[in-house]
């Protein structure tokens, strides 16, 4: 999870307390709009994650799935907004959950080749894979200010909607 803190935390606290006494409708509507501003941040990491190279994964299954995993979290809490951009081991399939991560690790990550299970583990044969590091992070990283602004935009229509 990468996170992408604004310099108006103070203006979000407020904004916060004001939502929750404001109609339900409207809380749904700043959750949107924060998904929306997240969005494109979501794209670009998934479009990273496709972009990796890969000599065996030429029908982009394994990519696929690894993009599967990235999305949008906006949750309300008491403190402020939350905008949370996730890859999720869980969405991966069974005895993958840790390759989202191991894909954006430099040092890759070891797995065996047509292991045997009658023997020990250490008579295997194991190969070291490389995936693409930072293809989470860059991404965000590099477009965090269009990001902030899209935020700003929706954090001050919300406002002006309240002051009305």
Do not use: C
């Amino acid at each position: 999870m990468a996170r992408v803190k604004g310099d108006g935390p103070t203006k979000l606290k407020v904004l916060a307390a004001r939502l929750r006494e404001a109609d339900p409708k409207m809380r749904r509507e700043m959750r949107r709009k924060m998904a929306d501003a997240a969005d494109p941040l979501v794209r670009k990491v998934r479009r990273s994650v496709m972009d990796m190279h890969s000599e065996k994964d030429q029908d982009y299954s394994f990519r696929s799935a690894l993009a599967g995993t990235v999305y949008a979290s906006v949750t309300n809490r008491r403190t402020g907004v939350s905008v949370d951009i996730i890859s999720s081991g869980r969405r991966m399939p069974a005895g993958m959950q840790n390759l989202n991560a191991d894909t954006d690790r430099a040092r890759g990550w070891g797995h065996p080749v047509y292991a045997d299970t009658s023997e020990s583990r250490r008579d295997w044969t194991w190969v070291r894979q490389w995936g693409k590091p930072g293809w989470f992070e860059k991404p965000i990283i590099a477009d965090h200010a269009e990001f902030k602004q899209a935020v700003q935009e929706a954090i001050d229509e919300v406002d002006r909607f309240l002051s009305d």
